[in-house]
């Protein structure tokens, strides 16, 4: 069973960074399109970036452009989040998914792993 484990959460200022890490286990993780998503409580869950099988190739959500970069690690199966001036909005649990297709989408449901998530929280 493919799963995925994140990590890097945890209480932050506004203003500071977080770098959170998604590892892939049992799956060939170049077959795979990863995004993170997130959800704030009585929120739906929000799409914040997507990266292609091979990285050359990501996207945002408006509100993190600036501020967010993902990327991946192939070799280490291994995608990231880095967030810089983290915001007190950017406070959610935080979802790694994967996506067998080579590029991304912005939809939960076209994503067929889910890691357990990671709590960010930003204090103004």
């Known amino acids: 069973q493919v799963q995925l484990v994140e990590s890097g959460g945890g209480l932050v200022q506004a203003g500071g960074s977080l770098r959170l890490s998604c590892v892939a286990s049992r799956v060939a993780f170049i077959s795979y399109a990863m995004a993170w998503f997130r959800q704030a409580p009585g929120n739906e869950r929000e799409f914040v970036a997507g990266?292609?099988?091979?990285?050359?190739?990501?996207r945002y959500v408006d509100s993190v452009k600036g501020r967010f970069t993902i990327s991946r690690d192939n070799a280490k199966n291994t995608v990231f989040l880095q967030m810089n001036n983290l915001k007190a909005d950017d406070t959610a649990a935080y979802y790694c998914a994967a996506r067998r297709s080579v590029v991304p989408s912005d939809l939960p449901l076209d994503y067929t792993y889910w890691g357990q998530g990671t709590q960010v929280t930003v204090s103004s």
């Open positions: 990266i292609n099988w091979s990285g050359s190739s990501t």
